[in-house]
């Protein structure tokens, strides 16, 4: 299983950013994708999560704000956040669980400048 990240960077307060992750040598259609986060200083937390019949949860402090999807016909998963603040700066992790093993991508920074 791999799971690469892209779509990170530098975007200012307000500003918008989608995320995407590539996933491969996992059956997609099965099973559910997360997207975690660790900020500077801090544990890692889960942001939102896409469960096989496309349920959708989000931690509070970016509920309204993000939205995660996923496109079966591409095998991505992607995050698209929407009025960033600067707390949110933070290396954003694409997961799965799969045979009991946990699978990480390696992550893609968002940096958001107050």
């Known amino acids: 299983v791999q799971l690469v990240e892209s779509g990170g960077g530098l975007v200012e307060t307000g500003g918008s950013l989608k995320l995407s992750c590539a996933a491969s040598?996992?059956?997609?259609?099965?099973?559910?994708f997360a997207w975690y986060r660790r900020a500077p200083g801090k544990e890692r937390e889960m942001v939102a999560e896409i469960s096989e019949d496309g349920s959708r949860q989000y931690s509070d402090s970016v509920t309204g704000r993000f939205t995660v999807s996923k496109d079966n016909s591409k095998n991505v998963v992607s995050l698209q956040m929407t009025s960033l603040k600067p707390e949110d700066t933070a290396v954003y992790y694409c997961?799965?669980?799969?045979?009991?093993?946990?699978?990480w991508g390696e992550g893609t920074l968002v940096t958001v400048s107050a």
């Open positions: 040598g996992v059956t997609f259609e099965i099973g559910s």
């Open positions: 997961y799965t669980f799969r045979w009991a093993v946990d699978y």
